[in-house]
């Protein structure tokens, strides 16, 4: 089954950049998407098909993709953007969505 | 806007069963591939089941594969699971979701707490 492979956990300052990553085999092959999950809440879509946003997602959170590593951008980082974070893919292997472990994002 | 309402969730013994419900609006659904994603408290994610828009597809996770079955009614725009033989390692929040074109969850519930303990 395919993995994916996130850190637990990302600091940043306000106004500074967060990069949330997801790595995984061959991973720039695959459409990766991502979700953010605040406490106490439901997750949201807020990239799909890197590098699409739905609606309402601001532009200073982005996606992008190197070598097996595929990369959520964050920047200007502000205190409503702390959450959990996870990147999602299709596993055509073994016909079913997989999910990263998830990176709680700490603004300092 | 699309509206996904789940029920049915609460507290069951181990060995138990529960059937959760999620009733939509706002969308097509017949036309829609549905799934239910599971997030045991502090953990991540986890997929669990997901059906094809007429019922016939549907696959399941390994670790629920024989006990839970995922089921649609297209008339009611309303989605299902099934719950059997319940263990510790099921309780967890249980959302309804949607699939996109491109297999991203586009739209997801506000979760239903199954609890399973003595």
């Known amino acids: 089954s395919y993995v994916l492979t996130q850190a637990p956990s990302v600091s940043v300052a306000p106004g500074q950049t967060a990069s949330i990553t997801c790595g995984g085999d061959?991973?720039?092959?695959?459409?990766v998407h991502w979700y953010q999950q605040k406490p106490g809440q439901a997750p949201v879509l807020v990239v799909y098909?890197?590098?699409y946003r739905p609606s309402g997602i601001p532009e200073r959170i982005s996606g992008s993709y190197s070598g097996d590593t595929a990369t959520l951008t964050i920047s200007r980082v502000e205190a409503g953007d702390e959450a959990g974070y996870y990147c999602?893919?299709?596993?055509?292997?073994?016909?079913?969505?997989?999910f990263g472990g998830g990176t709680k994002l700490t603004v300092l | 806007e699309v509206q996904l309402v789940e029920s049915g969730g609460g507290l069951v013994k181990p060995g138990g069963s529960l059937r959760l419900s999620c009733t939509t609006s706002?969308?097509?659904?017949?036309?829609?591939?549905m799934t239910w994603v599971r997030q045991a408290p502090g953990r991540g994610l986890q997929w669990v089941s997901f059906?094809?828009?007429?019922?016939?597809?549907?696959k399941y996770a390994d670790s629920v594969r024989g006990r839970f079955t995922i089921s649609r009614d297209n008339a009611r725009n309303t989605l299902y699971l099934y719950m059997d033989n319940l263990g510790g390692e099921d309780t967890a929040v249980y959302y309804c979701?949607?699939?996109?074109?491109?297999?991203?969850?586009?739209?997801w519930g506000q979760g239903t707490l199954v609890t399973v303990s003595s």
């Open positions: 979701a949607k699939f996109g074109g491109r297999w991203e969850v586009d739209s």
């Open positions: 706002d969308f097509s659904f017949n036309t829609y591939t």
């Open positions: 059906i094809g828009s007429t019922g016939r597809y549907t």
């Open positions: 061959n991973i720039a092959g695959k459409t």
């Open positions: 098909d890197d590098p």
């Open positions: 999602q893919v299709w596993d055509n292997g073994g016909d079913h969505p997989v």
